[in-house]
C-alpha cells in the first residue's frame, strides 16, 4: 500500500459523457501527478500539481483538466469522452516539487472504461 | 528528452539471477537513474535508484558505470513473484523546469518455475 487514494476504482460511462477521478496524496505529499496508462500508449504522464498549482503538462488532451484542492487532494475531469480515453488512470505523489531524484508514489488506479 | 532501451522481454528461471540493462546514451549530467516495477493493472512501485557505480538496496542491486551511458538492474534468486514489467528512467527536465517521469515500453519479465 503506497498510501496515495484512488476513486472510483472502476467507471464505466458512454461517449461524450463526463467523469471526475479522484485522488488523494499520501499524507504530507504535496506534488500530486497524473498519468493514463493504455494498452497501445503505454503509460503517459498527464498533469502535475504542486501545493495546489499546475506545474508540469504532459501529454493531456484539452478535454481533460485537472487542479489540486488546499487540501491536497486532486481531481481529473475528463469531458466529451471518446472510446479511446479507455484506460487505467493513476495519481502519483511525492513530497516536494519534482527533483532530480524523485520518488513517486503510484496509487492503484481507476479503470476508465467508455462504451 | 531523454531516451531509454531496454528490451522487450525476458525469461528467467526461478532461483536465478536476472540482469535488465538500460542504455540511456544522452543522459545528461545532473540526471538519476531510476527503476520502477509494475505489476498488472496496478501502479509502477519505485525499485531503486542510483547517479553512479553501484547501489544496492534490499530487493536488488543496480550498476551504473563510469560513462553512464547504459545501466543493468539486478535482481538476486527471482522467484514467480517477480513476474512484472520493470521500467528504466532517467531524469526529463521539462519545458516547466521540472522533472517529469517518462516511462517507455519497460521490459516484462517472466519468472518461470
Known amino acids: 500500500d503506497s498510501g496515495v487514494t484512488q476513486t472510483p476504482k472502476h467507471l464505466i460511462t458512454a461517449t461524450g459523457q463526463r467523469v471526475t477521478l479522484r485522488c488523494s496524496p499520501r499524507s504530507g505529499d504535496l506534488s500530486v501527478y497524473w498519468y493514463q496508462q493504455s494498452l497501445d500508449q503505454g503509460l503517459q504522464f498527464l498533469i502535475q500539481y504542486y501545493n495546489g498549482e499546475e506545474r508540469a503538462k504532459g501529454n493531456i488532451l484539452e478535454r481533460f483538466s485537472a487542479q489540486q484542492f488546499p487540501d491536497l487532494h486532486s481531481e481529473l475531469n475528463l469531458s466529451s469522452l471518446e472510446l479511446g480515453d479507455s484506460a487505467l488512470y493513476f495519481c502519483a505523489s511525492s513530497p516536494r516539487l519534482v527533483t532530480i531524484d524523485n520518488e513517486q508514489f503510484f496509487g492503484p488506479g481507476t479503470r476508465l472504461t467508455v462504451l | 528528452l531523454a531516451k531509454t532501451t531496454q528490451p522487450i522481454s525476458m525469461d528467467s528461471y526461478e532461483g536465478q539471477e536476472v540482469n535488465i540493462t538500460c542504455s540511456h546514451n544522452n543522459i545528461a549530467t545532473n540526471d538519476y537513474i531510476t527503476w520502477y516495477q509494475q505489476f498488472p493493472s496496478q501502479g509502477p512501485r519505485f525499485i531503486i535508484q542510483g547517479y553512479k557505480t553501484k547501489v544496492t538496496n534490499e530487493v536488488a542491486s543496480l550498476f551504473i558505470p563510469a560513462d553512464r551511458k547504459s545501466s543493468t538492474l539486478s535482481l538476486p534468486r527471482v522467484s514467480l513473484s517477480d513476474t512484472a514489467v520493470y521500467y528504466c528512467?532517467?531524469?526529463?527536465?521539462?519545458?516547466?523546469?521540472?522533472?517529469?517521469?517518462?516511462f517507455g515500453k519497460g521490459t516484462k519479465l517472466s519468472v518461470i518455475p
Open positions: 528512467l532517467v531524469g526529463d527536465l521539462n519545458g516547466a523546469g521540472s522533472y517529469q517521469l517518462t
